[in-house]
């Protein structure tokens, strides 16, 4: 998936966390690609039964956007609470992402 991708290379940079343009440069592009999976998952016409995750997806997706924009301000501004605020709304987004998981989980056993 995608977004597993994404949140590898993100996680990998952030440890990595050398604080120099290329860096940061590479943050930027990895939530440049966060953001447009957001606006295709935002756009996916899903079918009914799907409804519930789509709509868990979205909200993950918001919480990691928000999270995004702490991460942006922090590097650019050299500031650590902001970068530790952002993993808050990183959190949240997983949960709402492993929700989104569960519930598909739930579809996929009422198949078998």
Sequence with gaps: MEIGEVFRELTYLMRRGDWTDSWA?????????????REEVIAIDEPERFTKSHDYLIVALDNYSKGNEYVI???????????????????????????????????????K
Excluded: H
């Design 73 to 111: 301000y922090g590097i650019e501004n050299y500031n650590m609470e902001y970068l530790l605020k952002s993993t808050e709304y990183f959190d949240e987004g997983d949960r709402y992402f492993n929700n989104a998981k569960d519930v598909i989980g739930e579809i996929i056993a009422d198949f």
């Design 25 to 37: 440069s590479q943050i930027k592009f990895q939530i440049d690609r966060l953001e447009s999976l």
